[in-house]
């Protein structure tokens, strides 16, 4: 029997935003490590989608939005009423936020943090209740531009900072409850939406100004951040928490 450091084997794991881009693809990453994987996103019919990419058997999903922070926990209670509780959440639902500073209301700027910073709050508070997990590990899906912001981002880039802060705030607390918690400070990654953004803006241009930027010199995949949360929730990493993972090539 082969010896795999980062078998997920009878973990139970919530992903958000696993309708696309980087929640998608870390849902399939791991049920191929042989978790059991709890779906949620907004969209149902791309959630099912989703379902039927994933390996193995016992996988489900929950079609809510997490703008409804007051009823966030509902999705807990859904997920476990199987009797089994989570092992573990990744964190990558939010919305991109390209906004001039002459423009970033004080209601838009609410909005921005309502998707990418509040509601990651209340899903690790409604997580680490007792009734739902047996410890674990939480995986938060953050961006480099939250400690490399740039122009006309000043919403998007502050709200993943504040994240970035609850995770290295978070661990202390959590940590009495045997829950882990990190950050992915994830780069360029050609995820569905940036190559529509590639296009809309001139593919050619726009994605070789990008890769000067990188020291590895591309664009990041969504298996190379599937395979950063795989390994912050594995007994890999079992010794690490408060950390935020850097997966940007070397971003400069």
Known sequence: MSFNPCDLSGKKIFVTGASSGIGRATAIYISKLGAKVVLTGRNKERLEQTLSMLEGEGHSYVSFDLTDLDNIENIFMES??????LSGMVHSAGIPFVMP????????????????????????????????????????????????????????????????????????????????????????????????????????????????????????????????????????SSFTTAHLLDVSGGLK
Not at 119 to 135: A, H, I, M, N, P
């Open 80 to 85: 476990v009423k199987d009797g089994v509780k």
């Open 101 to 236: 500073l002459r423009s970033l209301t004080p209601t838009a700027l609410q909005e921005c943090f309502k998707n990418d910073f509040f509601c990651f709050v209340e899903l690790v508070r409604q997580y680490s209740k007792t009734k739902y997990c047996d410890g674990g590990s939480i995986v938060a899906i953050s961006s480099v531009t939250s400690v490399k912001p740039v122009a006309g981002e000043v919403g998007y880039s502050t709200a993943k900072a504040a994240l970035n802060n609850a995770v290295l705030s978070m661990a202390t607390e959590l940590s009495k409850k045997n829950i882990r918690i990190n950050g992915v400070l994830a780069g360029n990654i050609l995820t569905e939406m940036a190559e529509r953004t590639l296009e809309q803006y001139g593919n050619r241009e726009l994605k070789d100004n990008e890769v000067k930027q990188s020291l590895i010199g591309r664009w990041g995949t969504l298996e190379e951040v599937a395979s950063a949360c795989a390994y912050l929730l594995s007994d890999m």
